[in-house]
């Protein structure tokens, strides 16, 4: 009896520490928005439900960056990681280094791509990004689906700020299509150059690039596709709606899960001091089809599901830099 | 320069400001919208931001209408009458008395207005394209003059036809059937190397209303086709592209009108023939933050009537006895009347800039400088050209100044030598209830400058020698603006995830000194003529909701339904007149549309206007119609074709306007083929 007592405050302690073990732990995440619009919102939503767990808890703080720079808000000191989401967040919170530990999400990968001639070094803050660009092979696959037959493959650059073409080409390359890319500079006749594309394509790819040259050029690519009969792959649903055959796109709200779940098997598993690769592509993806051009080009092409499923059930393109990162680091710890 | 930008983020140095022009790639590049709107304010935005109720008319909902005339496909538009004053004299009009002559409404062809100042009105045989030619047509219904000056006094219509890139490069067109109608249409699109090209022919002829070509008797030949039309038009759309920056575009065209136009019961009817053409270059060169655009086009309209009336004994009452004692000089003759000869132009050159002043700030700005000149020795009462200089200067403005508010602001300037200078203001608040619901609210105070013919018509039926007979129209010499104050509440809603649209709009409207012409006591023959004086005013408020719902690409509907009381007074040879029922309390169209396998199409349109009493026509029941439309797709080879079966008016005969316009079944049959 008296061993028993003796040994009570090491059973007490022990039955709290199981106790402590058996309460998750609560991890401080705070996110930072560009905006307060729909799509952001979208995303937050995403992120919430891609964290939900029941072995941990997240603590959660929404912040926007119009409310931090006003001064209304301010980022808890405290916190295990900062989320930014969208190219202003991102870029405040690299540049004010408000964090040591960023995870990007929603953002390009122009818009984070290293300058070579600094070594190709990502800020050390940042430990990831999920990027909304289609891995291109995705993309390639993709054209396959909708024109079996297809040999070769189209698209346009812009000339100002070449954005993705080297991966387009390889992808296209290493499954043996030919590709042909018209390079519109601000002199260029956009009429001409495209038609020479378009004359010599299968399918056409749109390359998503600055809002300015996506809308310049918009009119001239569904145009030719009408007049060529050249099915075009867009990058958004209104793409499809005004005249692509199909658009291959993540939706805020798809990008705002793949976020949660990637961190939240980050964080549980803290073995590597950055997100392997740096830049991950989306796992989930939409599809939409513009039946009218489908009926227009009197293709036979199989739903948008059917279309998705036989996508995904290819090997999963999860990374956005094919080369191996050479700032991975294993934890000391 | 993406890359600087990221070197300068490395170094730690850069500041959110001097990112905000990034150029790389973002988000908001991948998510910017595609701007839907641009005829309510000249800027390009998304229905949800526009100040206006705004009904786009898709190219799916041109076809699905079965519609063989451009005017008729307005009744898709809520609140909206088109309506036969004669056989083939078409008219349109919103919100407003339906005169033969309507002319509150901007109607702009792919940017060239084609109102026509010699009649103050739109002549739709006249534009020179087929229905099949138009890409979308945008209709803004309410006064749109802060935007588009005083033709827009009540709405505004764009009318896009489709690039020559965007067609076909042989299409032909035929269509047969009823009231003896055949139409017949060629289009071939070519691209050069940096030029391309659409080049259109059409031909229209029809006999019109069928009860019109009852023999009337009388003493002159009548005829079996009292109201007979026939067109022949030609154009050609090119566009040649420089740059990525630049658009430099040319339509010039052609063509003439013959129309037969019932008169009386003497002469039974008379032909008018209209020869037009018109030139238009549009320039459009894009900016950083926005563009700049000069449009410059120049319509010309002779009009010529061979109107015979008959001789003046057999018109009146007078003897070849009495014409003498009552007119010294004169005997008994043939008189002519009508416009018998009139010409009308316009010039017109415009420069207008758009731009981001920042994120939240998007303005238009602009100048336009117009000449118009009329001449007609009938309607004008001499052979002088009359020249008018207009000047406008107009700037609009969407203000974001809030995520979930924008406020449109806008004015225009016009200065003329007619009413000198006024403002046509607008302010609107949008409010974005949810990401995919708004209401808007929005004051417009709408200034119009009388039409030409309004300010100087003196016409009169004369003896050869010019001695007057009978005066019939003029004016009182004080002209000035017409107004009009709009409020309206608006609602516009997207669910099913986009599939469903629902479009509804409240408004009061007051508009004061409206330009007519009411019959007045005078010393000639009949003891009365017409005198053109801002003399009428109105109120009405009303309803307009549109629902569409479009679930997938096999099913298409589309509802319009507008309710509307006028209150007003019509004073004519100086007894009020209530105008009340001068317009439909109620207007409703449904357009339905399926497609039971991809070669097949089905489609509906049920229309309905409660009964009214027509401003130069006559009092009418209420109009119930419904059109039935069978389309095939055929496949042969590089060809492409559809065969389609019309029927207009499924149901009972209906009175379209005027008595005499009995409106039968009506049976076409449509085939195209497009080479690819």
């Known amino acids: 009896m008296v061993r028993i007592l003796n040994r009570t405050p090491m059973i007490l302690v022990c039955l709290l520490a199981l106790w402590a073990t058996s309460v998750p732990a609560k991890t401080d995440i705070v996110v930072l928005v560009s905006s307060d619009t729909k799509p952001y919102q979208d995303v937050v939503a995403g992120i919430r439900s891609g964290l939900a767990s029941k072995k941990q808890q997240y603590s959660l703080t929404i912040t926007t960056l119009a409310g931090l720079q006003a001064g209304e808000q301010a980022l808890p000191p405290e916190h295990t990681l900062l989320l930014t989401v969208g190219t202003r967040a991102t870029r405040y919170a690299l540049d004010k280094k408000v964090s040591d530990t960023i995870f990007a999400t929603f953002v390009t990968r122009s818009s984070l791509l290293p300058e070579p001639a600094f ?202 830099d094919s080369e191996d990162d050479p700032e991975l680091l294993l934890r000391s710890d | ?210 009860a019109l070509d009852e023999p009337r008797g009388g003493p002159w030949p009548t005829n079996t086709n009292e109201d007979d039309m026939h067109t022949r038009q030609f154009r050609l759309r090119g566009l040649y592209t420089p740059s990525l920056d630049d658009e430099l575009e040319i339509i010039v065209g052609f063509g003439e009108d013959r129309l037969q136009l019932p008169e009386n019961d003497v002469r039974g009817y008379h032909n008018r023939k209209f020869d037009n053409n018109y030139q238009q270059l549009r320039w459009v060169h894009l900016l950083g933050n926005g563009d700049v655009t000069v449009n410059f086009y120049h319509n010309y309209l002779h009009i010529e009537d061979d109107t015979v009336l008959g001789l003046l004994s057999e018109l009146t009452p007078l003897t070849p006895a009495t014409i003498p004692v009552i007119f010294p000089g004169q005997v008994d003759e043939v008189l002519l009347g009508d416009i018998r000869d009139g010409l009308s132009e316009r010039y017109h050159l415009e420069l207008q800039q758009t731009f981001d002043v920042s994120r939240q700030l998007q303005l238009v700005w602009g100048t336009a400088f117009r000449v118009e000149r009329l001449s007609s020795q009938f309607l004008l009462g001499h052979d002088d050209v009359i020249d008018e200089e207009q000047f406008q200067l107009f700037v609009n403005g969407d203000w974001r100044f809030h995520p979930q508010w924008n406020a449109n602001l806008g004015v225009m300037l016009e200065h003329n030598g007619l009413v000198d200078s006024f403002a046509s203001p607008r302010i609107g608040i949008n409010y974005q209830w949810k990401p995919s619901q ?64 629902l479009d509804l709009k409240l408004f009061r409207e007051r508009l004061r000194d409206a330009r007519f012409d009411p019959s007045q006591p005078a010393m000639d023959l009949d003891g009365e003529r017409h005198v053109w004086t801002n003399g009428l005013d109105w109120d009405t408020q009303g309803f307009e909701a549109q629902l569409r719902y479009r679930p997938n690409s096999r099913w298409l509907l589309s509802w319009q339904y507008a309710y509307l009381d006028m209150d007003g007074t019509w004073l004519d040879v100086g007894d009020p007149e209530d105008i009340g029922n001068n317009v439909p309390t109620h207007n409703t169209s449904v357009l339905l549309a ?76 449509r085939l195209k083929f497009d080479l690819n």
Not at chain 1, 188 to 198: C, E, G, Q, T, V
Not at chain 2, 110 to 116: A, L, P
Request: charged residues 25%; contains cysteine.
């Open chain 1, 119 to 320: 070594g190709n070094e990502f800020p050390k803050q940042l430990k990831g990004a999920l990027v909304l660009d289609q891995p291109a092979e995705r993309v390639v696959a993709l054209s396959r689906l909708v024109r079996p037959k297809m040999q070769k493959l189209g698209f346009v650059v812009n000339g100002s700020a070449p954005n993705r073409q080297d991966e387009f080409s390889d992808a296209a390359l290493k499954t043996g299509l030919q590709f042909s890319t018209a390079t519109l500079f601000e002199d260029s006749n956009p009429i001409a150059d495209l038609k020479a594309i378009f004359s010599s394509s299968d399918v056409f790819v749109v390359v998503p690039d600055k809002a300015r040259f996506n809308s310049k050029i918009a009119k001239w690519v569904l145009f030719l596709s009408y007049r060529h009969r050249v099915p075009v792959i867009g990058y958004s649903k209104k793409y499809t709606d005004a005249g692509a055959l199909v658009s291959l796109f993540s939706n805020p709200e798809q990008i705002g899960r793949d976020t949660g779940e990637r961190v939240r098997e980050w964080l549980t598993d803290r073995r590597r001091l950055f997100f392997s690769p740096r830049l991950l592509s989306p796992r989930y993806f939409t599809l939409t089809v513009n039946d009218k051009v489908v009926d227009s080009l009197a293709l036979e092409i199989d739903s948008a599901e059917q279309l998705k499923q036989r996508l995904m059930d290819k090997p999963q393109f999860d990374t956005a």
């Open chain 2, 1 to 210: 320069m993406k890359y600087q930008c990221l070197a300068l983020l490395l170094s730690g140095v850069v500041s959110v400001a001097a990112i905000a022009a990034e150029e790389f790639v973002s988000e908001v590049d991948l998510f910017a919208d595609v701007p839907m709107i641009n005829g309510a304010t000249r800027l390009q935005q998304h229905a949800t931001a526009v100040p206006a109720s705004v009904t786009v008319i898709t190219r799916e909902m041109i076809a699905a209408s079965g519609a063989t005339e451009i005017a008729h496909l307005m009744r898709l538009a809520p609140g909206f009458l088109s309506y036969s004053v004669m056989g083939n004299q078409l008219g349109v009009s919103s919100r407003a008395l339906s005169p033969a002559f309507p002319g509150h409404l901007e109607v702009r062809l792919d940017g060239r207005s084609v109102y026509q100042p010699t009649l103050s009105t739109v002549i739709w045989s006249s534009l020179g394209i087929d229905i099949k030619d138009i890409d979308y047509i945008e209709v803004i219904r309410g006064s749109n003059t802060p935007a588009f000056g005083s033709n827009a006094f009540q709405g505004a219509i764009n009318i896009v036809t489709l690039d020559a890139l965007a067609s076909p490069e042989l299409s032909l067109r035929a269509t047969g059937g009823s009231i003896d109608n055949e139409d017949f249409s060629a289009r071939y699109a070519g691209i050069a190397q940096d030029f391309s090209y659409v080049v259109s022919a059409l031909s229209r002829s029809n006999s019109g209303f069928t």
């Open chain 2, 438 to 501: 708004m209401f808007r609210a929005s004051v417009t105070a709408g200034k119009r400058t009388p039409s030409l013919l309004s300010v100087f018509q003196d016409s009169s039926v004369t003896f050869a020698d010019g001695t007057v007979i009978d005066q019939l129209a003029g004016n009182d010499g004080e002209a000035h603006e017409e107004k009009v104050d709009v409020l309206e509440l608006g609602y516009l809603g997207y669910f099913l995830d986009g599939d469903l649209t």
């Open chain 2, 594 to 669: 399926y497609r039971p396998a991809p070669d097949w199409e089905l489609s509906s349109v049920l229309y309905h206007t409660s009964a009214m009493e027509w401003v130069g026509g006559d009092d009418v029941d209420e109009i119930t119609r419904l059109d039935l439309r069978l389309e095939k797709t055929l496949r042969l080879g590089d060809w492409q074709g559809w065969l389609e079966l019309i029927v207009h008016n499924v149901g009972d005969d209906y009175v379209d306007y005027d008595d005499d316009n009995y409106f039968e079944r009506r049976v076409f049959v």
